[in-house]
């Protein structure tokens, strides 16, 4: 009998899925998707290759639970971040701060273009990773336009537009670069969205003069 990892048959069964998504998210920034096999991420994560059919049929069902797993954790992230924030454009300016800096831990689909590999079956499912994200976007802008905090727009056209920016935003490692840059993303989102500009640059509003 294998050796059971963890105090149980559930846990062992969760750390043998992490493990397998640890390894599949390595081998396809070295190797990308279409490279390699079951038995190399089997190889990779330590397990047996007949214990990954426990969990997976195939190559493109164990992509789509570890984008699934991946997007469950960035969600969560996400809302902490916006948690107890209720000012629209702090909102808004929470949220692109957070993804700049999520990008870094949560890896959803290294490696070359997956479309090119996919079925289109898979795509699809694949592209419930950024509806998820989207629909965040997409809730704090609608409470920005009712507060008359943005102007009105098209929100599927905004929604796009702001997470295509901030997806192919490619940031320095390096600190002060680093926080300047994203610094001015937040700026240029909050411009994008029609924030006003006193707002948009974080500047305190102007003391009332006494009579």
Known sequence: ?????????????????????????????ERG?????????AQAAGVGRTAVYNHFAD?????????????????????A???????PTEQLRAYVRAQCELKRDYHLAPGPDLRSVLSRGTQ?????????????????????????????QDLGTTVSLVNACLS??????????RDRAVEATVLFVLRAVGAGERAAVG?????????
Do not use: C, N, W
């Open 1 to 29: 009998m294998p050796k059971i990892i963890g105090g149980s048959l559930h846990e062992h069964r969760e750390q043998t899925r992490l493990r397998l998504f640890g390894a599949l998210s390595r081998l396809m920034a």
């Open 33 to 41: 998707f279409d490279a390699i096999t079951l038995a190399d991420i």
């Open 59 to 79: 190559k493109e069902s164990m992509l789509v639970g570890f984008i699934m797993h991946e997007t469950g954790q960035y969600v969560a992230a996400l809302e």
């Open 81 to 87: 971040e916006l948690a107890g924030v209720d000012d």
């Open 124 to 152: 699809q499912r694949v592209r419930e990773h950024v509806v998820l994200v989207e629909a965040m976007l997409r809730r704090v802008l609608s409470a920005g336009i009712e507060s008359g905090a943005f102007p009105e």
């Open 168 to 177: 192919s935003r490619t940031l320095p490692d390096e600190q002060p670069a």
């Open 203 to 211: 500047a305190p509003e102007p003391q009332a003069v006494p009579a």
